[in-house]
T-cell receptor, first 112, second 116 residues
């Protein structure tokens, strides 16, 4: 059974650019969450999608957005990149959220 | 707002020994779930164990067990017979259901090193 797949694994972007990260959840999982992980702020929740609808959103500026497709695959977009957006972005999926989420290996974004 | 606190930034343990990682949380909710996740250097977060707040019985998964004290809002993780492969960063996490489905609130993590 395939796990949560995130692409790309590594990304280097220039300040001011935009970036799109992709996440393919485990087959059958309809809830997909995104997190930002940095050494200073730790793990912070970005947003959660279920059946193409955003159900929850964290405290991030509007430059951070996401979407979910009908096959449950999800993307997150960051526009007008800032140096502080450099982080590991983790995607997680779940069939039953109260059982916990399965995480992908993340996308390491570096903004220069 | 809910918060999760892990007061031990780093810990070490000898192989085959037992170690306990601490976690406290703050909430006024009654319906929530608690989790411990492990993040090895490979960076993939792995679910170690989960606990439902309405269950008084402490969860166990092989060498991993928790001490859940609801009134004290404490959720510690005990690792028995520590193995080298247990070396990782461990995160305690809280999720309120149903309102905050998918929104895990994490502690700052505890780096555990298992020494041979």
């Amino acid at each position: 059974k395939a796990g949560v797949t995130q692409t790309p694994r590594y990304l280097i972007k220039t300040r001011g650019q935009q970036v799109t990260l992709s996440c393919s959840p485990i087959s059958g999982h309809r809830s997909v969450s995104w997190y930002q992980q940095t050494p200073g702020q730790g793990l912070q929740f970005l947003f959660e999608y279920f059946s193409e609808t955003q159900r929850n959103k964290g405290n991030f500026p509007g430059r951070f957005s996401g979407r979910q497709f009908s096959n449950s695959r999800s993307e997150m977009n960051v526009s007008t990149l800032e140096l502080g957006d450099s982080a590991l972005y983790l995607c997680a999926s779940s069939l039953y959220p109260h059982y916990g989420y399965t995480f992908g290996s993340g996308t390491r974004l570096t903004v220069v | 707002a809910q918060t999760v606190t892990q007061s031990q930034p780093e810990m070490s343990v000898q192989e085959a020994e037992t170690v306990t990682l601490s976690c406290t949380y703050d909430t006024s909710e009654n319906n929530y779930y608690l989790f411990w996740y492990k993040q090895p250097p490979s960076r993939q977060m792995i679910l170690v164990i989960r606990q439902e707040a309405y269950k008084q019985q402490n969860a166990t998964e092989n060498r991993f067990s928790v001490n859940f004290q609801k009134a004290a809002k404490s959720f510690s993780l005990k690792i028995s017979d520590s193995q080298l492969g247990d070396t990782a960063m461990y995160f305690c996490a809280f999720m309120k259901l149903p309102d905050d489905t998918g929104k895990l609130i994490f502690g700052q993590g505890t780096t555990l090193q298992v020494k041979p």
